[in-house]
Protein backbone atom coordinates (compact mmCIF):
# COMPACT_ATOMS: atom_id res chain seq x y z
CA UNK A 1 0.00 0.00 0.00
CA UNK A 2 2.56 2.47 0.88
CA UNK A 3 4.91 2.06 -1.84
CA UNK A 4 1.62 2.33 -4.34
CA UNK A 5 1.12 5.72 -2.18
CA UNK A 6 4.38 6.97 -2.93
CA UNK A 7 4.46 6.60 -6.28
CA UNK A 8 1.52 7.96 -6.76
CA UNK A 9 2.08 11.08 -4.98
CA UNK A 10 5.55 11.51 -6.90
CA UNK A 11 4.29 10.60 -9.97
CA UNK A 12 0.96 12.54 -9.67
CA UNK A 13 2.68 15.75 -8.91
CA UNK A 14 4.58 15.60 -11.56
CA UNK A 15 2.03 15.23 -14.21
CA UNK A 16 3.64 11.37 -15.21
CA UNK A 17 0.60 9.39 -13.01
CA UNK A 18 0.81 5.95 -14.39
CA UNK A 19 -2.18 5.36 -12.27
CA UNK A 20 -4.67 7.45 -13.88
CA UNK A 21 -3.02 8.52 -17.18
CA UNK A 22 -5.92 8.49 -19.97
CA UNK A 23 -8.39 5.79 -18.31
CA UNK A 24 -8.87 7.33 -14.58
CA UNK A 25 -8.03 3.84 -13.06
CA UNK A 26 -8.54 3.84 -9.48
CA UNK A 27 -6.07 2.94 -6.96
CA UNK A 28 -7.53 -1.08 -6.02
CA UNK A 29 -6.89 -1.82 -2.54
CA UNK A 30 -7.13 -4.91 -0.49
CA UNK A 31 -7.95 -2.62 3.06
CA UNK A 32 -7.87 0.89 3.93
CA UNK A 33 -4.44 2.22 4.65
CA UNK A 34 -3.13 -1.41 4.66
CA UNK A 35 -3.54 -1.97 8.27
CA UNK A 36 -0.32 -0.94 9.79
CA UNK A 37 -0.87 0.72 12.61
CA UNK A 38 -3.53 -0.33 15.18
CA UNK A 39 -4.99 0.58 18.46
CA UNK A 40 -3.96 -0.84 21.37
CA UNK A 41 -5.18 0.51 25.18
CA UNK A 42 -4.31 4.14 25.63
CA UNK A 43 -3.04 4.62 22.21
CA UNK A 44 -1.44 3.31 18.57
CA UNK A 45 0.95 0.34 17.82
CA UNK A 46 2.68 -0.15 14.75
CA UNK A 47 2.02 -4.12 13.45
CA UNK A 48 3.86 -2.96 10.62
CA UNK A 49 6.38 -0.73 9.74
CA UNK A 50 8.32 0.55 12.85
CA UNK A 51 11.01 2.96 12.34
CA UNK A 52 12.05 5.40 9.49
CA UNK A 53 15.47 3.78 8.67
CA UNK A 54 18.37 6.83 7.62
CA UNK A 55 16.00 9.62 8.48
CA UNK A 56 17.71 12.02 6.47
CA UNK A 57 17.21 13.72 2.30
CA UNK A 58 18.01 10.77 0.48
CA UNK A 59 14.71 8.72 1.74
CA UNK A 60 11.45 9.70 0.39
CA UNK A 61 9.60 8.70 3.23
CA UNK A 62 11.55 10.83 5.43
CA UNK A 63 11.27 13.49 2.42
CA UNK A 64 7.34 12.69 3.18
CA UNK A 65 6.87 12.81 6.55
CA UNK A 66 8.74 15.97 6.73
CA UNK A 67 6.77 17.72 3.79
CA UNK A 68 3.41 16.70 6.08
CA UNK A 69 4.91 17.94 9.57
CA UNK A 70 4.43 14.73 11.20
CA UNK A 71 8.11 14.56 12.63
CA UNK A 72 9.15 17.09 15.49
CA UNK A 73 12.25 19.12 15.81
CA UNK A 74 14.69 16.27 16.81
CA UNK A 75 13.62 14.55 14.41
CA UNK A 76 14.22 16.75 11.85
CA UNK A 77 17.26 18.51 13.37
CA UNK A 78 20.65 18.27 10.92
CA UNK A 79 22.48 16.59 13.71
CA UNK A 80 19.98 14.03 13.58
CA UNK A 81 20.33 13.45 9.70
CA UNK A 82 23.64 12.89 10.07
CA UNK A 83 24.04 10.51 12.74
CA UNK A 84 26.24 7.56 10.74
CA UNK A 85 24.29 4.11 12.73
CA UNK A 86 25.72 1.24 9.74
CA UNK A 87 22.50 0.13 10.24
CA UNK A 88 23.36 -1.51 13.32
CA UNK A 89 20.29 -2.34 15.92
CA UNK A 90 21.70 -0.39 19.38
CA UNK A 91 22.89 -2.17 22.83
CA UNK A 92 19.95 -3.35 24.91
CA UNK A 93 19.21 -1.59 27.90
CA UNK A 94 19.66 -4.52 29.71
CA UNK A 95 20.50 -8.23 29.32
CA UNK A 96 18.55 -11.20 30.48
CA UNK A 97 19.66 -14.48 30.65
CA UNK A 98 17.52 -17.53 31.16
CA UNK A 99 19.46 -18.71 33.86
CA UNK A 100 17.80 -15.67 35.91
CA UNK A 101 21.14 -13.74 35.93
CA UNK A 102 21.61 -10.56 33.85
CA UNK A 103 24.34 -10.37 31.50
CA UNK A 104 27.00 -7.70 32.13
CA UNK A 105 27.03 -5.00 29.79
CA UNK A 106 30.68 -5.33 29.09
CA UNK A 107 30.23 -8.44 27.75
CA UNK A 108 27.14 -7.92 25.64
CA UNK A 109 28.80 -4.73 24.08
CA UNK A 110 32.43 -7.13 23.48
CA UNK A 111 30.02 -9.64 21.39
CA UNK A 112 28.19 -6.59 19.80
CA UNK A 113 31.46 -4.99 18.60
CA UNK A 114 32.71 -8.81 17.38
CA UNK A 115 29.31 -9.54 15.67
CA UNK A 116 28.50 -6.15 13.71
CA UNK A 117 32.50 -5.74 13.23
CA UNK A 118 31.35 -9.15 11.13
CA UNK A 119 28.65 -7.70 9.25
CA UNK A 120 30.45 -4.35 8.31
CA UNK A 121 33.21 -7.05 6.89
CA UNK A 122 31.14 -8.56 4.90
CA UNK A 123 30.01 -5.56 2.83
CA UNK A 124 33.67 -5.71 1.41
CA UNK A 125 32.86 -9.00 -0.78
CA UNK A 126 29.90 -6.73 -3.00
CA UNK A 127 32.15 -6.48 -5.61
CA UNK A 128 34.66 -9.23 -5.28
CA UNK A 129 34.76 -11.65 -7.87
CA UNK A 130 34.58 -14.88 -5.86
CA UNK A 131 33.56 -15.78 -1.72
CA UNK A 132 34.93 -17.79 0.39
CA UNK A 133 31.54 -19.21 1.12
CA UNK A 134 27.77 -18.35 -0.21
CA UNK A 135 26.30 -17.64 2.51
CA UNK A 136 26.30 -15.28 5.10
CA UNK A 137 25.76 -17.58 7.77
CA UNK A 138 28.23 -19.77 6.96
CA UNK A 139 30.94 -16.77 7.31
CA UNK A 140 29.93 -15.49 10.21
CA UNK A 141 30.43 -19.40 12.08
CA UNK A 142 33.77 -19.75 10.27
CA UNK A 143 34.90 -16.27 11.81
CA UNK A 144 33.41 -16.71 15.32
CA UNK A 145 34.81 -20.15 15.44
CA UNK A 146 38.39 -18.50 14.38
CA UNK A 147 37.63 -15.94 17.22
CA UNK A 148 36.52 -17.85 19.80
CA UNK A 149 39.89 -20.15 19.20
CA UNK A 150 41.48 -16.67 20.89
CA UNK A 151 39.30 -16.27 24.30
CA UNK A 152 40.86 -17.28 27.63
CA UNK A 153 38.08 -17.23 30.00
CA UNK A 154 36.83 -20.21 31.58
CA UNK A 155 34.31 -22.99 29.62
CA UNK A 156 31.29 -21.22 31.25
CA UNK A 157 32.05 -17.49 29.63
CA UNK A 158 32.87 -19.09 26.48
CA UNK A 159 29.39 -20.48 26.32
CA UNK A 160 27.68 -17.37 27.49
CA UNK A 161 29.45 -15.66 24.86
CA UNK A 162 27.93 -18.24 22.29
CA UNK A 163 24.42 -17.29 23.96
CA UNK A 164 24.92 -13.70 23.18
CA UNK A 165 26.04 -13.71 19.85
CA UNK A 166 23.30 -16.49 18.70
CA UNK A 167 20.74 -14.07 20.31
CA UNK A 168 22.63 -11.11 17.67
CA UNK A 169 22.32 -13.83 14.96
CA UNK A 170 18.26 -13.98 15.79
CA UNK A 171 18.25 -9.62 15.49
CA UNK A 172 19.94 -10.34 12.27
CA UNK A 173 17.23 -12.52 11.00
CA UNK A 174 14.69 -9.93 11.95
CA UNK A 175 16.82 -7.29 10.38
CA UNK A 176 16.94 -9.52 6.90
CA UNK A 177 13.46 -10.83 7.30
CA UNK A 178 14.93 -14.67 6.79
CA UNK A 179 14.65 -17.44 8.85
CA UNK A 180 18.65 -18.39 9.22
CA UNK A 181 21.66 -16.30 8.64
CA UNK A 182 22.57 -19.10 6.06
CA UNK A 183 20.20 -18.54 3.58
CA UNK A 184 21.28 -15.13 2.85
CA UNK A 185 23.87 -14.82 -0.30
CA UNK A 186 27.52 -13.14 0.98
CA UNK A 187 28.27 -11.75 -2.32
CA UNK A 188 25.23 -9.19 -2.34
CA UNK A 189 25.39 -8.38 1.09
CA UNK A 190 26.57 -5.29 0.76
CA UNK A 191 24.55 -3.91 -1.73
CA UNK A 192 22.16 -2.60 0.88
CA UNK A 193 22.53 1.09 1.35
CA UNK A 194 22.66 2.12 4.98
CA UNK A 195 21.62 6.50 4.80
CA UNK A 196 22.52 8.10 7.46
CA UNK A 197 20.36 9.30 10.41
CA UNK A 198 19.07 8.32 13.79
CA UNK A 199 16.17 5.94 13.37
CA UNK A 200 12.97 7.68 14.22
CA UNK A 201 9.32 6.83 14.63
CA UNK A 202 6.51 8.71 13.73
CA UNK A 203 4.69 10.23 17.71
CA UNK A 204 0.57 9.53 15.57
CA UNK A 205 1.89 6.43 14.18
CA UNK A 206 2.76 5.75 10.05
CA UNK A 207 -1.22 6.00 9.72
CA UNK A 208 -0.29 9.39 10.10
CA UNK A 209 1.60 9.56 6.99
CA UNK A 210 -0.51 7.26 5.12
CA UNK A 211 -3.42 9.76 5.70
CA UNK A 212 -1.92 12.74 4.99
CA UNK A 213 -1.29 10.78 1.15
CA UNK A 214 -4.67 9.60 0.76
CA UNK A 215 -6.07 13.05 1.53
CA UNK A 216 -4.13 14.58 -1.22
CA UNK A 217 -5.61 12.31 -3.60
CA UNK A 218 -8.58 13.03 -5.60
CA UNK A 219 -11.90 11.89 -4.27
CA UNK A 220 -12.95 8.42 -5.57
CA UNK A 221 -9.53 7.65 -6.58
CA UNK A 222 -9.06 4.28 -4.00
CA UNK A 223 -11.34 1.68 -4.40
CA UNK A 224 -10.57 -0.45 -0.94
CA UNK A 225 -11.29 -4.13 -0.08
CA UNK A 226 -11.31 -4.93 -4.12
CA UNK A 227 -8.96 -7.85 -4.30
CA UNK A 228 -7.23 -8.68 -7.54
CA UNK A 229 -7.44 -12.14 -9.11
CA UNK A 230 -5.40 -11.82 -12.33
CA UNK A 231 -4.15 -8.98 -14.07
CA UNK A 232 -4.38 -9.47 -17.85
CA UNK A 233 -2.10 -7.66 -19.95
CA UNK A 234 -0.78 -7.08 -23.67
CA UNK A 235 -4.19 -7.59 -25.06
CA UNK A 236 -6.97 -5.29 -26.08
CA UNK A 237 -9.82 -4.40 -23.53
CA UNK A 238 -12.82 -1.96 -23.81
CA UNK A 239 -14.97 -0.48 -21.41
CA UNK A 240 -18.37 0.39 -21.88
CA UNK A 241 -17.97 4.15 -20.96
CA UNK A 242 -15.40 4.49 -23.46
CA UNK A 243 -17.01 3.29 -26.66
CA UNK A 244 -14.09 3.35 -29.64
CA UNK A 245 -11.41 3.17 -27.17
CA UNK A 246 -9.14 0.08 -25.99
CA UNK A 247 -6.36 -0.67 -23.79
CA UNK A 248 -3.47 -3.10 -23.26
CA UNK A 249 -4.29 -4.01 -19.56
CA UNK A 250 -7.56 -5.12 -17.77
CA UNK A 251 -7.26 -5.75 -13.91
CA UNK A 252 -9.91 -8.60 -13.17
CA UNK A 253 -11.10 -8.59 -9.31
CA UNK A 254 -12.45 -11.45 -6.84
CA UNK A 255 -16.21 -10.16 -7.18
CA UNK A 256 -16.12 -10.05 -10.98
CA UNK A 257 -15.44 -6.42 -11.63
CA UNK A 258 -12.71 -5.86 -14.45
CA UNK A 259 -10.80 -2.07 -14.63
CA UNK A 260 -9.23 -1.99 -18.00
CA UNK A 261 -6.21 0.52 -18.10
CA UNK A 262 -3.30 1.72 -19.98
CA UNK A 263 -0.98 1.05 -17.12
CA UNK A 264 -0.83 -0.70 -13.49
CA UNK A 265 1.50 -0.48 -10.96
CA UNK A 266 1.52 -3.57 -8.85
CA UNK A 267 3.08 -3.60 -5.63
CA UNK A 268 1.58 -6.54 -4.00
CA UNK A 269 4.10 -8.30 -1.56
CA UNK A 270 6.58 -11.00 -2.74
CA UNK A 271 4.97 -13.70 -0.91
CA UNK A 272 1.61 -13.12 -2.21
CA UNK A 273 3.85 -13.35 -5.79
CA UNK A 274 5.13 -16.57 -5.21
CA UNK A 275 1.78 -17.86 -4.11
CA UNK A 276 -0.05 -16.52 -7.26
CA UNK A 277 2.87 -16.85 -9.50
CA UNK A 278 0.69 -18.72 -11.92
CA UNK A 279 -2.38 -17.42 -12.06
CA UNK A 280 -1.76 -13.58 -11.03
CA UNK A 281 -0.81 -12.57 -14.74
CA UNK A 282 -2.36 -13.48 -18.00
CA UNK A 283 -0.54 -14.18 -20.17
CA UNK A 284 1.97 -15.40 -17.51
CA UNK A 285 5.21 -13.46 -17.01
CA UNK A 286 8.44 -14.39 -18.91
CA UNK A 287 10.34 -17.18 -17.50
CA UNK A 288 13.43 -14.49 -16.42
CA UNK A 289 10.74 -12.66 -14.48
CA UNK A 290 9.46 -15.74 -12.81
CA UNK A 291 12.80 -17.15 -12.33
CA UNK A 292 13.73 -14.17 -10.30
CA UNK A 293 9.92 -14.54 -8.02
CA UNK A 294 11.31 -17.94 -7.41
CA UNK A 295 14.63 -17.27 -6.56
CA UNK A 296 14.51 -14.24 -4.20
CA UNK A 297 14.05 -14.83 -0.56
CA UNK A 298 11.08 -13.98 1.31
CA UNK A 299 10.65 -14.22 5.08
CA UNK A 300 8.94 -13.76 7.98
CA UNK A 301 9.22 -11.33 10.54
CA UNK A 302 6.51 -10.70 13.59
CA UNK A 303 6.04 -8.13 16.44
CA UNK A 304 4.33 -9.08 19.44
CA UNK A 305 2.63 -6.19 22.11
CA UNK A 306 2.60 -7.02 25.87
CA UNK A 307 0.69 -4.63 27.97
CA UNK A 308 1.64 -4.38 31.97
CA UNK A 309 -0.25 -2.62 34.61
CA UNK A 310 3.17 -1.70 35.63
CA UNK A 311 6.14 -1.56 34.37
CA UNK A 312 8.97 -4.36 35.80
CA UNK A 313 11.92 -2.75 33.98
CA UNK A 314 13.88 -0.05 34.96
CA UNK A 315 12.91 4.13 34.23
CA UNK A 316 15.39 5.03 31.03
CA UNK A 317 15.13 1.59 30.12
CA UNK A 318 14.46 1.05 26.14
CA UNK A 319 15.82 -2.46 24.96
CA UNK A 320 15.47 -5.97 27.23
CA UNK A 321 17.61 -8.57 25.28
CA UNK A 322 16.73 -11.71 25.98
CA UNK A 323 19.62 -14.48 26.20
CA UNK A 324 19.57 -18.29 25.72
CA UNK A 325 22.21 -20.28 27.43
CA UNK A 326 21.78 -23.29 25.97
CA UNK A 327 22.28 -22.28 22.17
CA UNK A 328 25.09 -21.26 20.08
CA UNK A 329 25.55 -20.30 16.36
CA UNK A 330 27.80 -22.66 15.88
CA UNK A 331 24.97 -25.81 16.38
CA UNK A 332 22.23 -26.08 14.48
CA UNK A 333 18.94 -25.29 15.25
CA UNK A 334 16.57 -27.88 15.93
CA UNK A 335 14.79 -28.40 12.92
CA UNK A 336 11.14 -28.29 14.40
CA UNK A 337 10.10 -24.77 16.07
CA UNK A 338 7.58 -26.12 18.16
CA UNK A 339 9.17 -27.07 21.59
CA UNK A 340 10.82 -23.93 21.95
CA UNK A 341 9.74 -21.01 19.69
CA UNK A 342 10.00 -18.48 22.05
CA UNK A 343 14.12 -18.82 22.02
CA UNK A 344 13.81 -17.18 18.77
CA UNK A 345 12.44 -14.15 20.20
CA UNK A 346 15.22 -11.35 20.63
CA UNK A 347 14.00 -9.37 23.52
CA UNK A 348 11.87 -6.31 23.56
CA UNK A 349 11.63 -2.93 23.03
CA UNK A 350 9.93 -0.58 25.36
CA UNK A 351 7.45 1.45 24.00
CA UNK A 352 6.80 4.97 25.07
CA UNK A 353 4.32 4.67 28.10
CA UNK A 354 0.66 5.99 26.91
CA UNK A 355 -0.50 7.44 30.09
CA UNK A 356 -0.94 4.97 32.45
CA UNK A 357 -0.21 2.22 30.04
CA UNK A 358 2.95 0.14 29.64
CA UNK A 359 3.78 -2.10 26.50
CA UNK A 360 6.46 -3.72 25.31
CA UNK A 361 7.25 -4.78 22.08
CA UNK A 362 8.97 -8.25 20.94
CA UNK A 363 10.45 -9.08 17.62
CA UNK A 364 10.57 -12.64 16.49
CA UNK A 365 11.61 -13.83 12.81
CA UNK A 366 11.57 -17.37 10.43
CA UNK A 367 10.06 -20.95 11.36
CA UNK A 368 9.38 -19.70 14.74
CA UNK A 369 7.96 -16.70 14.12
CA UNK A 370 5.47 -18.78 11.63
CA UNK A 371 4.27 -20.97 14.35
CA UNK A 372 3.96 -18.51 16.52
CA UNK A 373 0.88 -17.80 14.07
CA UNK A 374 -0.33 -21.03 14.82
CA UNK A 375 -1.11 -20.68 18.48
CA UNK A 376 -3.77 -18.99 20.28
CA UNK A 377 -3.55 -15.62 22.14
CA UNK A 378 -3.91 -17.36 25.71
CA UNK A 379 -1.23 -19.95 24.31
CA UNK A 380 1.32 -17.11 23.17
CA UNK A 381 0.91 -14.87 26.32
CA UNK A 382 1.20 -17.73 28.89
CA UNK A 383 4.81 -18.62 26.97
CA UNK A 384 6.33 -15.31 27.18
CA UNK A 385 4.96 -14.52 30.69
CA UNK A 386 7.24 -17.60 31.89
CA UNK A 387 9.85 -17.06 29.70
CA UNK A 388 9.83 -13.07 31.32
CA UNK A 389 9.34 -14.43 34.76
CA UNK A 390 11.95 -17.13 34.19
CA UNK A 391 15.10 -14.57 32.74
CA UNK A 392 13.69 -11.77 35.40
CA UNK A 393 14.33 -14.38 38.19
CA UNK A 394 11.10 -13.04 39.23
CA UNK A 395 8.00 -15.99 39.66
CA UNK A 396 5.66 -13.74 40.92
CA UNK A 397 6.39 -11.29 37.97
CA UNK A 398 2.54 -10.48 37.00
CA UNK A 399 1.59 -11.47 33.68
CA UNK A 400 0.99 -8.98 30.67
CA UNK A 401 -2.92 -7.34 31.41
CA UNK A 402 -3.44 -7.72 27.21
CA UNK A 403 -1.75 -9.10 24.32
CA UNK A 404 -1.25 -7.64 20.36
CA UNK A 405 0.36 -9.56 17.53
CA UNK A 406 1.22 -9.71 14.16
CA UNK A 407 0.63 -12.68 11.82
CA UNK A 408 2.09 -11.57 8.31
CA UNK A 409 2.91 -15.25 7.38
CA UNK A 410 -1.14 -16.13 7.60
CA UNK A 411 -2.08 -12.81 6.15
CA UNK A 412 -3.33 -14.14 2.51
CA UNK A 413 -2.46 -10.79 0.50
CA UNK A 414 1.43 -10.41 2.24
CA UNK A 415 2.19 -14.32 3.08
CA UNK A 416 5.23 -12.74 5.32
CA UNK A 417 7.37 -10.00 5.69
CA UNK A 418 9.79 -8.60 3.93
CA UNK A 419 12.50 -9.87 1.08
CA UNK A 420 15.83 -11.01 1.14
CA UNK A 421 18.84 -11.47 -1.58
CA UNK A 422 18.52 -15.76 -1.03
CA UNK A 423 21.62 -18.40 -2.08
CA UNK A 424 21.40 -18.38 -5.71
CA UNK A 425 20.38 -14.77 -6.07
CA UNK A 426 21.96 -11.57 -6.42
CA UNK A 427 21.08 -7.96 -6.62
CA UNK A 428 20.31 -8.15 -10.36
CA UNK A 429 16.92 -10.39 -9.71
CA UNK A 430 15.70 -7.14 -7.93
CA UNK A 431 16.67 -5.00 -10.85
CA UNK A 432 15.05 -7.56 -13.12
CA UNK A 433 11.47 -8.12 -11.59
CA UNK A 434 11.43 -4.37 -11.42
CA UNK A 435 11.74 -3.67 -14.92
CA UNK A 436 8.39 -2.59 -17.00
CA UNK A 437 6.86 -4.84 -19.08
CA UNK A 438 6.81 -5.69 -22.06
CA UNK A 439 10.30 -5.56 -22.25
CA UNK A 440 10.22 -4.88 -26.32
CA UNK A 441 7.77 -2.03 -26.04
CA UNK A 442 8.02 1.94 -25.63
CA UNK A 443 5.07 2.18 -23.30
CA UNK A 444 4.95 0.03 -20.19
CA UNK A 445 2.08 -1.64 -18.89
CA UNK A 446 2.82 -3.73 -16.03
Known amino acids: MALGLVLRAYLGRAGLSVIQKGSGLPFVEREPQGGISCSFPGGVVE ?43 GLPSVSYASSGRTVTFELVA ?10 DQMREFQHAAHTPVPSVGEYLKK ?20 AVLNTFFNV ?17 FGEYTVLPGLDCTFPRGYQGLTNCMVASLPKDTIV ?9 WNGSFQEATSPGQTFPVSVECEDGAFFPAHHVVVTVPLGFLKERLDTFFEPPLPAEKAEAIRKIGFGTNN ?32 PEP ?13 LPSFESVHVLCGFIAGLESEFMETLSDEEVLLSLTQVLRRVTGNPQLPAPRSMLRSCWHSAPYTRGSYSYVAVGSTGDDIDLLAQPLPADSKEAQV
Open 110 to 119: EMASLFYGLI
Open 47 to 89: VGAHWIHGPSQGNPVFQLAAKYGLLGEKELSEENQLVETGGHV
Open 224 to 232: FNKPVKTIH
Open 172 to 188: ECCVSGTHSMDLLALAP
Open 338 to 350: QAAWFKKLIGFFV
Open 143 to 162: EVSRHMACWTENEETKKLKL
Open 303 to 334: KIFLEFEEPFWEPGCQHIQVVWEDTSPLEDAA
